[in-house]
């Protein structure tokens, strides 16, 4: 009885390791998106910035 019970919590252990590890990779995924504008918008900021100091 205490083997089937460990088998069961073993499993649900498992799933929910993968769901969190799940949930980290998007995170991750989404946290690259954002830095990825967040360069691309500082490095127009910063052309706008060196043009306007030419003009």
Same mark, same amino acid.
């Given at each position: 009885?205490? !083997?089937? /019970?460990?088998?069961?919590?073993? #499993?649900?252990?498992?799933?929910?390791?993968? =769901?969190?590890?799940?949930?980290?990779?998007?995170?991750? !995924?989404? /946290?690259?998106?954002?830095?990825? #504008?967040?360069?691309?918008?500082?490095?127009? =900021?910063?052309?706008?910035?060196?043009?306007?100091?030419?003009?």
């Amino acid at each position: 009885m205490i !083997k089937i /019970a460990r088998t069961k919590a073993e #499993k649900h252990f498992a799933a929910a390791e993968k =769901r969190e590890h799940s949930f980290v990779v998007e995170r991750e !995924k989404a /946290a690259g998106i954002v830095r990825k #504008k967040t360069a691309k918008l500082k490095a127009l =900021r910063l052309l706008k910035e060196a043009e306007d100091l030419q003009a």
